[in-house]
């Protein structure tokens, strides 16, 4: 292997972008100059050139240090996106961590940017996939753990399990008041209003069951940090049945709003993040199981309420016992 160095003095003619210096220098191609930089081989002024996008001015001192007989792959770059970040991916889906305020997909308004739109955009790019298959849903204003099938046969796999209740989906909420109960179930049926808002109504054809199942985390002043667990997943399941008890998701803009409210809770998104979701892999049979932490927002509200410090021990310990005893549990 026999390594070669090339330096020149950036002058006025030349000054702005390093990778047309580096060109110039060099004789090679556009990716290939990028490889370079992505493998070290580059500096300005004796420092390490990390990035194509740097700009050189009259006077800087560009040096490479590089092999003329290897060729130079970029690297692959992180994918750098504000509406989720991978969790896990494999061949047959993706799960990701979907952030507050996004849609996981179009509604009648045709909205852009929506979450599956991301995800399927991201696929292109890295896998040549052309489309993120919808398996469940978060609302927009809820943050946390999403699967989607990379085809359309995986999706309904998924989506099947769904069906039987078998994937476990766990969620953290801040809610409003002190609940008395360590630990309940509410079971009942919900209708939907011609708003579009659900409420919990008699049963009958025109409702879906639903039961959501949830423990107390810690109790503060005025609110209370609870651990959800879902057995079914309707449509704003768990705002409507904490609301429909007196004790509504902080920030919920649609579900006891006057109750909902704190001085201390000015984000537009609601106090609820779906944490941990498990399910088995559709292909291996394996039963998979990821954890979100809890959003700076949520853990800036539970670390700034009173006894703060205890609280936030408070809330990661009974999260980790929740978790040590459903392991113990025999699977279904």
């Known amino acids: 292997m026999t390594m070669t160095t090339l330096s020149t003095t950036v002058d006025a003619t030349n000054a702005g972008r390093?990778?047309?210096?580096l060109r110039e220098l060099t004789g090679t191609s556009r990716s290939q100059v990028r490889g370079m930089v992505d493998h070290g081989c580059v500096s300005i002024n004796g420092s390490p050139?990390?990035?194509?996008?740097?700009?050189?001015?009259?006077?800087?001192?560009?040096?490479?240090?590089?092999?003329?007989?290897?060729?130079?792959?970029?690297?692959?770059?992180?994918?750098?996106?504000?509406?989720?970040?991978?969790?896990?991916?494999?061949?047959?889906?993706?799960?990701?961590?979907?952030?507050?305020?996004?849609?996981?997909?179009?509604?009648?308004n045709n909205e852009r940017n929506t979450l599956v739109e991301r995800v399927a955009v991201y696929l292109s790019h890295s896998r040549g996939a052309r489309d993120a298959w919808v398996v469940h849903r978060l609302d927009r204003a809820v943050s946390g753990l999403l699967v989607f099938g990379k085809q359309e046969p995986i999706a309904e796999q998924l989506i099947e399990q769904?069906?039987?209740?078998?994937?476990?989906?766990v969620y953290t909420a801040i809610t409003a008041g002190v609940i008395s109960q360590d630990e309940g179930t509410f079971r009942s049926h919900l209708a939907t209003g011609k708003n579009l808002d659900r409420y919990v109504a008699a049963p009958s054809k025109e409702t879906d069951e639903a039961i959501t199942h949830y423990r107390v985390l810690k109790r503060m002043t005025d609110t209370t940090v609870v651990e959800v667990t879902l057995e079914t997943g309707k449509r704003n399941q768990i705002r409507v049945h904490f609301a429909d008890v007196g004790h509504p998701v902080l920030?919920?803009?649609?579900?006891?709003?006057?109750?909902?409210?704190?001085?201390?809770?000015?984000?537009?998104?609601?106090?609820?993040?779906?944490?941990?979701?498990?399910?088995?892999?559709?292909?291996?049979?394996?039963?998979?199981?990821?954890?979100?932490?809890?959003?700076?927002?949520?853990?800036?509200?539970?670390?700034?309420?009173?006894?703060?410090?205890?609280?936030?021990?408070?809330?990661?310990?009974?999260?980790?016992d929740v978790r040590s005893r459903s392991e113990k549990k025999d699977p279904d």
């Open 251 to 320: 920030g919920d803009p649609r579900y006891k709003t006057n109750l909902a409210t704190h001085p201390r809770w000015i984000r537009k998104r609601i106090a609820l993040h779906a944490s941990s979701l498990g399910f088995q892999h559709p292909i291996s049979g394996e039963a998979l199981t990821f954890e979100s932490p809890l959003p700076a927002a949520m853990e800036k509200f539970v670390a700034g309420s009173r006894s703060s410090a205890s609280a936030a021990k408070s809330l990661r310990r009974g999260k980790r």
């Open 49 to 108: 050139c990390d990035s194509v996008a740097k700009t050189v001015a009259a006077g800087d001192v560009v040096s490479i240090y590089f092999d003329n007989a290897q060729r130079y792959k970029e690297k692959k770059k992180r994918w750098d996106d504000r509406t989720f970040t991978i969790v896990f991916e494999d061949d047959y889906l993706i799960v990701v961590d979907k952030a507050a305020g996004t849609l996981t997909v179009p509604t009648d």
């Open 18 to 21: 390093i990778d047309l210096v």
């Open 162 to 169: 769904f069906k039987q209740r078998k994937p476990q989906r």
